[in-house]
Nanobody
Framework: QVQVVESGGGLVQAGGSLNLSCTAS???????VGWFRQAPGKEREGVSC????????ATADSVKGRFTISRDSAKNTLYLQMSSLKPEDTAMYYC????????????????????WGQGTQVTVSS
């Protein structure tokens, strides 16, 4: 069973920054890995994803220019750098991994992802 673990959430004021990290019990090398979020009363949405081997990414328009997804292959760690945070960014943030990706572009559709972390809470105060 693949285990995915997120870290780095917390409480921050609007306009501030937070960095999330994600790692797994297996190499991400042939995976697409993504960040998703779910606010209370809302559906889970895909924030950003990366195809690990190729480095290609896809990012939601709502966070484009504020959030940056990146990876460190040596550390097998995925990052989400979040800046200019807004109260509407408040949510539980999840990392998820989808096997079988080498160069194919990742998808922000949660249905593609088999392995999920427990989530890390991000709260942005106004």
């Amino acid at each position: 069973q693949v285990q995915v673990v997120e870290s780095g959430g917390g409480l921050v004021q609007a306009g501030g920054s937070l960095n999330l990290s994600c790692t797994a019990s297996v190499s991400f090398d042939h995976y697409a890995v993504g960040w998703f979020r779910q606010a209370p009363g809302k559906e889970r949405e895909g924030v950003s994803c990366i195809t690990w081997r190729s480095g290609s990414t896809a990012t939601a328009d709502s966070v484009k220019g504020r959030f940056t997804i990146s990876r460190d292959s040596a550390k097998n760690t995925l990052y989400l750098q979040m800046s200019s945070l807004k109260p509407e960014d408040t949510a539980m943030y999840y990392c998820a991994a989808a096997p079988g990706y080498s160069t194919f572009p990742c998808s922000r559709d949660m249905g593609h992802y088999n392995y999920w972390g427990q989530g890390t809470q991000v709260t942005v105060s106004s």
